[in-house]
């Protein structure tokens, strides 16, 4: 069953405005990690940032945040003052306890300048 | 450089033909995972190894594909019979548990395999 959820094939975004990309997740473990990472055209994955289901702050790393809502099973991301270099795909994954990482499909991120 | 890196980068293949791809991941790191990407798409998880014990393998992974760690530092995945279905982009990642916590996992660049 699919366990990750970006229910946004593609976004838009105009330069210097934020944009949030949506994740949900399905998951009983109580221990996860939830991660986003960005994919540009050029192809590598690069880590963005990471929440973990204890944290009780949300996380944040530059220009990104996650919103996590944990009762909805939510970790969007929130990139703030968008640049033309944030075009790209970007990924929502998740890790239980002991297990392997899954993706979802992705969103596909467009700056306009 | 001391990230994970896969060889070959590009490999293009006659169907039918094996192939075989290698991955090193970063040193420390003992946890290892390989994934296939098709265009459009999130990566799918094909395995991974915990050191050098293999832990999970998807039913993506049919018994055509068959991948190792043998001393739990690099790991090889090899396609036997290549057929025109597996041309992809094939990930390699590396990680390192720590506790109860969880690290990210950094990539490799990919070997993009073409079967014609």
């Known amino acids: 069953a699919q366990k990750i959820t970006q229910t946004q094939p593609g976004m838009f975004v105009q330069e210097k405005e934020a944009v949030t990309l949506d994740c949900t997740y399905d998951?009983?473990?109580?221990?996860?990690?939830l991660f986003w990472y960005k994919q540009p055209s050029s192809g590598e994955m690069i880590f963005l940032i990471y929440?973990?289901?204890?944290?009780?702050q949300n996380a944040t790393e530059g220009r990104y945040s996650l919103n996590f809502q944990k009762a909805r099973k939510s970790a969007n991301l929130v990139i703030s003052a968008s640049q033309l270099g944030d075009s790209a795909m970007y990924f929502c994954a998740m890790r239980e306890a002991n297990n392997d990482m899954r993706f979802g499909a992705g969103t596909r991120l467009t700056v306009k300048p | 450089d001391t990230g994970v890196s896969q060889d070959p980068r590009h490999k293009i293949t006659k169907r039918g033909q094996n192939v075989t791809f290698r991955c090193d991941p970063i040193?420390?790191?003992?946890?290892l995972y390989w994934y296939r990407q098709t265009l459009g798409q999130g990566p799918e998880f094909l395995t991974y190894?915990?050191?050098?014990?293999?832990?999970?393998k998807s039913r993506l992974l049919s018994d055509r594909f068959s991948a190792e760690r043998p001393k739990g530092s690099f790991s090889t995945l090899e396609i036997q019979r290549t057929e025109q279905g597996d041309s992809a982009m094939y990930l390699c990642a590396s990680t390192r548990t720590r506790g109860q916590g969880y690290t990210e996992a950094f990539f490799g660049q990919g070997t993009r395999l073409t079967v014609v």
């Open positions: 190894f915990q050191n050098e014990a293999q832990l999970e």
């Open positions: 998951t009983s473990d109580p221990s996860y990690g």
């Open positions: 929440q973990g289901s204890y944290d009780q």
């Open positions: 040193s420390e790191h003992n946890r």
